[in-house]
């Protein structure tokens, strides 16, 4: 069969969804990083395994939003799945190129918490390294998988857990990292097994940015 511009349909299909991520071994496992409050003295724990089939990535721990007895810390209970920061040779950083997708598309299975999902993208200056940006991810929990499409126009900026007044859209081709965050203060067990993740192009969707842009000296 034939498809747009008279390219084979299976390569134009090929070309609207493509996996990132997925868990097919141990060695998958690898590529992310895990970490809670611990760090900073709380009590939460999370881990990272394969799951039943080893063909996905299981995070489970138990979350506490008891602060530290540092007579600092005011606030505690987070617990963070994050993808390495790639690498070249030299140890030179390289960068996810998602320009021609405007989706993102996970498939995932819950225990009904809800879930931020942030992306890092490359940027110019030291100050802006705390820069992320997120959106929110509702798990239904129970037994059955549900698969997630999430705009890219629909993620905000935020540095160091704080939205910004001054948004802008997401740089698709200089991603760094994706990960996923728990932080609701619900203290208890959690767990968030993932299939795989994928950035595909929905062509319904047709808005830039879901956020005005504010200027302080608009152009005329």
């Given at each position: 069969?034939?498809?747009?511009?008279?390219?084979?349909?299976?390569?134009?299909?090929?070309?609207?969804?493509?996996?990132?991520?997925?868990?097919?071994?141990?060695?998958?496992?690898?590529?992310?990083?895990?970490?809670?409050?611990?760090?900073?003295?709380?009590?939460?724990?999370?881990?990272?395994?394969?799951?039943?089939?080893?063909?996905t990535?299981?995070?489970?721990?138990?979350?506490?939003?008891?602060?530290?007895?540092?007579?600092e810390?005011?606030?505690?209970?987070?617990?963070?799945?994050?993808?390495?920061?790639?690498?070249?040779?030299?140890?030179?950083?390289?960068?996810?190129?998602?320009?021609?997708?405007?989706?993102?598309?996970?498939?995932?299975?819950?225990?009904?918490?809800?879930?931020?999902?942030?992306?890092?993208?490359?940027?110019?200056?030291?100050h802006?390294?705390?820069?992320?940006?997120?959106?929110?991810?509702?798990?239904?929990?129970?037994?059955?998988?549900?698969?997630?499409?999430?705009p890219?126009?629909?993620?905000?900026?935020?540095?160091?857990?704080?939205?910004?007044?001054?948004?802008?859209?997401?740089?698709?081709?200089?991603?760094?990292t994706?990960?996923?965050?728990?932080?609701?203060?619900?203290?208890?067990?959690?767990?968030?097994?993932?299939?795989?993740?994928?950035?595909?192009n929905?062509?319904?969707?047709?808005?830039?940015?879901?956020?005005?842009?504010?200027?302080?000296?608009?152009?005329?």
């Open positions: 069969m034939v498809g747009p511009q008279g390219r084979p349909l299976q390569e134009h299909m090929l070309e609207q969804t493509q996996v990132k991520w997925e868990f097919r071994g141990s060695e998958s496992l690898s590529q992310w990083v895990v970490s809670s409050d611990r760090e900073i003295g709380g009590r939460s724990e999370a881990y990272l395994k394969l799951g039943r089939n080893n063909t990535c299981l995070l489970y721990g138990t979350l506490c939003s008891t602060p530290p007895r540092d007579g810390t005011r606030y505690s209970g987070y617990c963070t799945l994050r993808s390495k920061q790639p690498t070249m040779s030299f140890d030179r950083k390289k960068h996810h190129d998602w320009s021609t997708f405007n989706t993102l598309y996970l498939r995932i299975r819950g225990d009904g918490r809800p879930w931020m999902v942030n992306i890092g993208a490359e940027t110019y200056f030291t802006q390294n705390d820069d992320m940006y997120s959106y929110f991810l509702f798990t239904r929990g129970g037994p059955y998988w549900q698969e997630v499409k999430i890219f126009s629909k993620f905000f900026l935020s540095s160091r857990g704080r939205i910004q007044d001054e948004q802008h859209p997401l740089w698709l081709d200089k991603v760094n994706i990960g996923f965050t728990l932080g609701d203060q619900a203290d208890g067990p959690f767990q968030l097994e993932i299939d795989f993740i994928a950035a595909c929905d062509r319904t969707h047709t808005e830039e940015f879901a956020y005005e842009l504010y200027k302080r000296n608009p152009e005329v």
